[in-house]
């Protein structure tokens, strides 16, 4: 059975940091890449960051670079979301996400949700002003 189990969430207060992690089972974790995607009420899923599980080379939106930072420990098949100087405009649903994809493609399809073949059930993140 795959499974994506998301934890980490929680209230932070705006400056602070959290780190999300991904736990992976049922799949051949280092021949998928690993995306965090976000959900804000009324809003759409947009891609936050991405890792390739074959070579590690990770992706990120504008809106997060310099401020989030995504990494993988292959060995425990967990991806790992750190987010720093948290926004109140952060504050979403978490998702993380597994794409099979050609590595050398990633970096046109990774903010496309609907190519991810599995998804976790999401953790909540709520950055208070």
């Known amino acids: 059975e795959v499974q994506l189990v998301e934890s980490g969430g929680g209230l932070v207060q705006a400056g602070g940091s959290l780190r999300l992690s991904c736990v992976a089972s049922?799949?051949?974790?280092?021949?998928?890449?690993i995306g965090w995607f976000r959900q804000a009420p009324g809003k759409e899923r947009e891609g936050v960051s991405c890792?390739?599980?074959?070579?590690?080379?990770?992706y990120s939106a504008d809106s997060v670079k310099g401020r989030f930072t995504i990494s993988s420990d292959n060995a425990k098949n967990t991806v790992y979301l750190e987010m720093n100087s948290l926004k109140p405009e952060d504050t979403a649903v978490y998702y993380c996400?597994?794409?099979?994809?050609?590595?050398?493609?990633?970096?046109?399809?990774?903010?496309?949700?609907?190519?991810?073949?599995?998804w976790g059930q999401g953790t909540q993140v709520t950055v208070s002003s």
């Open positions: 890792i390739s599980g074959s070579d590690g080379r990770t």
């Open positions: 996400a597994a794409l099979w994809s050609d590595p050398h493609i990633l970096f046109r399809v990774w903010e496309s949700s609907d190519r991810y073949d599995y």
């Open positions: 049922g799949f051949a974790f280092d021949d998928y890449a």
